[in-house]
Antibody
Framework: QVQLQESGPGLVKPSETLSLTCAVS?????????WGWIRQPPGKGLEWIGS???????YYNPSLKSRVTISVDTSKNQFSLKLSSVTAADTAVYYC??????????????WGQGTLVTVSS | EIVLTQSPGTLSLSPGERATLSCRAS???????LAWYQQKPGQAPRLLIY???SRATGIPDRFSGSGSGTDFTLTISRLEPEDFAVYYC?????????FGGGTKVEIK
């Protein structure tokens, strides 16, 4: 069974960089599929942040592209998110997830439980 | 970028009733690349439907999806207590692959 688990600070100061890691178990990232991040502000809808393949190819939401970096560490079977210059608008539950198909736009079939990141001084 | 509009915003129904949720796209969704998700409070979304009408693994057959082009529907034939949740559609025929704003199905 594929399992994903987010980890990282729950509180980030404005203008700083948000950093999260997603540890994957039950499946080797090197075996394929795209992996990515989605966020959900409190009481609001879902927003795709970006996705990565095990080769390191990345795809970002244009609305966030200038501030987002997603990387993968196949030796640790995990991938990471960095979001720079955060503001209160970046406060959200951040999910890591796996795409179900062969491209980065395909539906998400496995999700982490999500982690709340609050941007506040 | 394709924009997805879900309606109604909230659907108030009783267990055993039929639920019909709508997702309308601002442009045609290629190859019926539309998915539906269910999200319960405090949980991650769960994939229900992909390809507009194919149920994901383990999804009960009371959930069905239909539609093509710009108009898609998720139908829950008879609501079970565990079906009261928020439902999101997502198109994945082009990038970015946005989600709709969601429909909350609540107990009447």
């Amino acid at each position: 069974q594929v399992q994903l688990q987010e980890s990282g600070p729950g509180l980030v100061k404005p203008s700083e960089t948000l950093s999260l890691t997603c540890a994957v178990s039950g499946y080797s990232i090197s075996s394929g599929y795209y992996w990515g991040w989605i966020r959900q502000p409190p009481g609001k809808g879902l927003e795709w942040i970006g996705s990565i393949y095990h080769s390191g190819s990345t795809y970002y939401n244009p609305s966030l592209k200038s501030r987002v970096t997603i990387s993968v560490d196949t030796s640790k079977n995990q991938f990471s998110l960095k979001l720079s210059s955060v503001t209160a608008a970046d406060t959200a539950v951040y999910y890591c997830a796996r795409h179900s198909g062969s491209w980065y736009g395909s539906p998400w079939d496995y999700w982490g439980q999500g982690t709340l990141v609050t941007v506040s001084s | 970028e394709i924009v997805l509009t879900q309606s109604p915003g909230t659907l108030s129904l009783s267990p055993g009733e039929r639920a019909t949720l709508s997702c309308r796209a601002s442009q045609s969704v290629s190859s019926s690349y539309l998915a539906w998700y269910q999200q319960k409070p405090g949980q991650a979304p769960r994939l229900l439907i992909y390809g507009a009408s194919s149920r994901a693994t383990g999804i009960p057959d009371r959930f069905s999806g239909s539609g093509s082009g710009t108009d898609f529907t998720l139908t829950i034939s008879r609501l079970e207590p565990e079906d009261f949740a928020v439902y999101y559609c997502q198109q994945y025929g082009s990038s970015p692959a946005p989600f709709g704003g969601g429909t909350k199905v609540e107990i009447k």
